[in-house]
Nanobody, 115 residues
Framework: QVQLVESGGGLVQAGGSLRLSCAASGTISRIDTMGWYQQGSGNQRDVVAS???????NYADSVKGRFTISRDYAKNAVYLQMNSLKPEDTAVYYCTARVRGLDYWGQGTLVTVSS
C-alpha cells in the first residue's frame, strides 16, 4: 500500500503564489510517474502537471509558464510551485503516484484564489 499526503493549499489573492507538497509513504519499491490533478466545481479531475521517473515533465496548457512541477526522488515527494495564480485555478488539487502499474491518490488540498 502507498499513502500520499498533500499539504500547502490555502487562500491566496490573484497574482499570488503557493507551493503544494506531496509525500509518499508505504511499501514503495519504485515510483514511476507522479503528478497533480485539479478538481473544480464539477466532478471531473483534470491533469495539471506530471513528472516521470526520468524527470520528464508535462503541463496542461492552462498552467504552462506559471506552474512548475518538481520531484525529490530520495524523499518520494513531488511539489507544485504555482505562480501568477488566477481565480480559475481555484480547485482541490490531488497528488498521484504510479507504483507497479497502480495509481494512488492523495486526499486533496484546497486552493482558493480570490479576485
Amino acid at each position: 500500500q502507498v499513502q500520499l499526503v498533500e499539504s500547502g493549499g490555502g487562500l491566496v489573492q490573484a497574482g499570488g503564489s503557493l507551493r503544494l507538497s506531496c509525500a509518499a509513504s508505504g511499501t514503495i519499491s519504485r515510483i514511476d510517474t507522479m503528478g497533480w490533478y485539479q478538481q473544480g466545481s464539477g466532478n471531473q479531475r483534470d491533469v495539471v502537471a506530471s513528472i516521470s521517473r526520468y524527470g520528464i515533465t508535462n503541463y496542461a496548457d492552462s498552467v504552462k509558464g506559471r506552474f512548475t512541477i518538481s520531484r525529490d526522488y530520495a524523499k518520494n515527494a513531488v511539489y507544485l510551485q504555482m505562480n501568477s495564480l488566477k481565480p480559475e485555478d481555484t480547485a482541490v488539487y490531488y497528488c498521484t503516484a504510479r507504483v507497479r502499474g497502480l495509481d494512488y491518490w492523495g486526499q486533496g488540498t484546497l486552493v482558493t484564489v480570490s479576485s
